[in-house]
């Protein structure tokens, strides 16, 4: 069984910076997509990014393009999520999750995942 756990967030002030991890145990991230999603305060959970299996191909949402990179490395077991230039309308929970690779670009319209963090608070507030 696949278990996921977010780390990395925090306050930060705007413009600021913040590295979220997710951290895989229980198997390999070997052969899943693996996407960040974040829900604020009374809105719906909304896609930040995604990577496919081998980390050839990502999708970032129009709002953090520029300013957010997802990364991947299954020898650690981890995908990244690196964030700058933040903004207050980044703050949010962010949770990480992951699904079978379905052997296309993913996109972050896609929000059927099998696996689920627990997610990190990220305040970015002056």
């Known amino acids: 069984q696949l278990q996921l756990v977010e780390s990395g967030g925090g306050l930060v002030q705007p413009g600021g910076s913040l590295r979220l991890s997710c951290a895989a145990s229980?198997?390999?991230?070997?052969?899943?997509?693996i996407a960040w999603f974040r829900q604020a305060p009374g809105k719906g959970r909304e896609g930040v990014s995604c990577?496919?299996?081998?980390?050839?191909?990502?999708d970032y949402a129009d709002s953090v393009k520029g300013r957010f990179t997802i990364s991947r490395d299954d020898a650690k077991n981890t995908v990244w999520l690196q964030m700058i230039s933040l903004k207050s309308e980044d703050t949010a929970v962010y949770y990480c999750?992951?699904?079978?690779?379905?052997?296309?670009?993913?996109?972050?319209?896609?929000?059927?995942?099998?696996?689920w963090g627990q997610g990190t608070q990220v305040t970015v507030s002056s």
């Open positions: 999750a992951a699904r079978p690779d379905w052997g296309k670009a993913p996109s972050i319209e896609d929000q059927v995942y099998d696996y």
């Open positions: 229980g198997s390999s991230l070997d052969g899943y997509t």
């Open positions: 990577i496919n299996n081998r980390g050839s191909r990502t």
